[in-house]
């Protein structure tokens, strides 16, 4: 059993248990801007934790989730420093 954890939730210092991410699906969104950039925005969830003794109003448990974001960036020429 992983060991719990202590980690900052909201106003709140709470224990959590670490949950092993085993499959992730992590697909681009894409952002076509007005001037002709194409932006590709992804999140990553770096580490998940399962909050002690929480729930949502369906029962569910809470998770915490760290994560980060990538972004590429495709523009024009004419919008490229030369």
Avoid: C
């Avoid at 002690?52 to 448990?61: E, F, H, K, L």
């Amino acid at each position: 059993m992983p060991e719990k954890v202590k980690i900052n939730f909201g106003p709140e210092i709470v224990e959590a248990t670490p949950v092993d991410i085993n499959q992730a699906n992590e697909y681009f969104n894409q952002y076509f801007l007005e001037d002709g950039t194409v932006l590709k925005m992804k999140l990553v969830a770096t580490k998940v934790f399962r909050i002690d003794d929480r729930y949502d109003a369906d029962g569910n448990p809470v998770y915490f989730v760290q994560s980060t974001n990538v972004l590429a960036v495709s523009s024009p020429q004419n919008l490229k420093r030369k």
